[in-house]
């Protein structure tokens, strides 16, 4: 819960509540130092729970969007190639542990994640830190009708937690500008986009300098699973790092995205910590 420090590196953060005349972005300052290189990607080894902090940090600053990543493996493969995509996870201001294999990775590379950070976990676990802190959300992407359907679903777990907009829209450049608009519109504090990586990160990088909100994350599909259109794979599975196999067993056509992983732990062990 926001309010609690998570586990033992996190003494040094405060809520804004709690800010007892510390510069506002001291709580950040720990996630930048604590991270390390996964092939030349920096990936943050901040908990689930620090994130929430942030996030909280963001919002009542309002300074300008902070744009975050959840990575995995596939996608760290996807920027050894594109170089526009990497320039973007290089850049942003908070890349999350999501997938097993980094954990793996950090673990060779002798710096540890302490846990799994991912989109689908983050959203539900957003709409709750929302619906009490009174951050809004506007949710983007995904196929037409899942984004209502998830924001039905958030809204009846969570009392209270203000979806301000919900749109399916897509990620073409050309319907940028109506989106932006209608974001902005929203008020939204948290903007979370399901167009998949690395296109959704693209139209967040592009869109970030119009964007007048405090945070904005590609969820990938993580609505699907709010929506119930995708079941999430058993916590079991969760817990013996098997998700990814689930979500092949149901989605067959992914096996082309998935060759990337033995390529990805090949990859770690022959760059090891020069990552
Ligand atoms: N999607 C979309 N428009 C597009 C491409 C994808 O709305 O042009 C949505 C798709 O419906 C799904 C999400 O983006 O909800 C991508 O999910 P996927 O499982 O591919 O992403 P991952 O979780 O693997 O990043």
Redesign the pocket.
Known sequence: MVGQTADHESADIFLPSSNSGREPSSAWTVWRRDSLHILGIPVSRITNDEWMVQIAWWVKEKDRLHHVCTVNPEMLMIAQKDVNFRNILSRVDLTVPDGVGLLWASRRLGKPIRERVT?SDGVPRIAQEAASRGWRLFLL???EG?ADKAAAVLRDRFPGVQIVGVY?G??KPEDEDAQVELINASGADILLV????P??DKWIARNAPRLNVSMAMGI?????FVAGVIPRAPLRWQKLGLEWLYRLYLQPWRIRRMLRLPLFVMAVLLRGSHG
């Open positions: 989109g992407g995904a196929a899942v399916a897509s990620p399901a167009y998949g990586a296109e959704q990938g599909g993580s609505l699907d």
